[in-house]
Nanobody
Framework: QVQLVESGGGLVQAGGSLRLSCAAS????????MGWFRQAPGKEREFVAS????????DYADPAKGRFTISRDNAKNTVYLQMNSLKPDDTAVYYC?????????????????WGQGTQVTVSS
């Protein structure tokens, strides 16, 4: 089982930047995919970005492309989400998640491990 702890959320003005961190501990395997999801009030949880521990291949949802960057530091067992040019629509609780790299999926229900979430609020 993987334990995940997010940090780095906060309040930022539109156009600003934040960097979220996700520290992983426990049974971390190289064949893992780490993902970032977000959930706004009254909306379903949605995929934002993902990265493979091994190889570093990345994937982004359309709203994140060109503005967000996911990266990892294998030595620190930490995954990051750099968010630039933030918009009020980016306001949500952001979650880190992990799954085995057995097939391609971005569905939240296919990620068995989750952090507690960190709030990101973007003011206009």
């Amino acid at each position: 089982q993987v334990q995940l702890v997010e940090s780095g959320g906060g309040l930022v003005q539109a156009g600003g930047s934040l960097r979220l961190s996700c520290a992983a501990s426990g049974r971390i395997f190289s064949r893992y995919v780490m993902g970032w999801f977000r959930q706004a009030p009254g909306k379903e949880r949605e995929f934002v970005a993902s990265i493979r521990w091994s190889g570093g291949n990345t994937d982004y949802a359309d709203p994140a492309k060109g503005r967000f960057t996911i990266s990892r530091d294998n030595a620190k067992n930490t995954v990051y989400l750099q968010m630039n040019s933030l918009k009020p629509d980016d306001t949500a609780v952001y979650y880190c998640a992990a799954r085995s790299d057995t097939w391609y999926t971005i569905r939240p229900e296919d990620f068995p491990s989750w952090g507690q979430g960190t709030q990101v609020t973007v003011s206009s």
